[in-house]
């Protein structure tokens, strides 16, 4: 059974940093696309980030600029790395995994931009 393990949320002022990681567990094949999501109070999910099997990323124009995906194919483990946040970045962080004949999602993870 399939796992995602996501960490690296808080709180944290505007301005600042911080690192979230999804790790998948499990019997996982063929990844393809690995995803953030992130759904505020209220509104719905929204897409992030993603990075393919080759490396390709690409951004919402929101995060852009400040937004880092990443990911470590040896460790099934998907990154993203924000910079210079905001009060609207306030959200539930979500992974996705998409594989050959899957999608697998992580059970979120708070982050909270305040001063």
């Known amino acids: 059974q399939v796992q995602l393990v996501e960490s690296g949320g808080g709180l944290v002022q505007p301005g600042g940093s911080l690192r979230l990681s999804c790790a998948a567990s499990?019997?996982?094949?063929?990844?393809?696309?690995m995803d953030w999501y992130r759904q505020a109070p209220g509104k719905q999910r929204e897409w992030v980030a993603d990075?393919?099997?080759?490396?390709?990323?690409e951004y919402a124009d929101s995060v852009k600029g400040r937004f880092t995906i990443s990911r470590d194919n040896a460790k099934n483990t998907v990154y993203l790395q924000m910079n210079d946040l905001k009060p609207e970045d306030t959200a539930v962080y979500y992974c996705?995994?998409?594989?050959?004949?899957?999608?697998?999602w992580g059970q979120g993870t708070q982050v909270t931009v305040s001063s």
């Open positions: 996705r995994i998409l594989t050959d004949v899957n999608n697998y």
């Open positions: 499990g019997s996982i094949f063929s990844i393809r696309t």
């Open positions: 990075i393919n099997s080759g490396g390709t990323t």
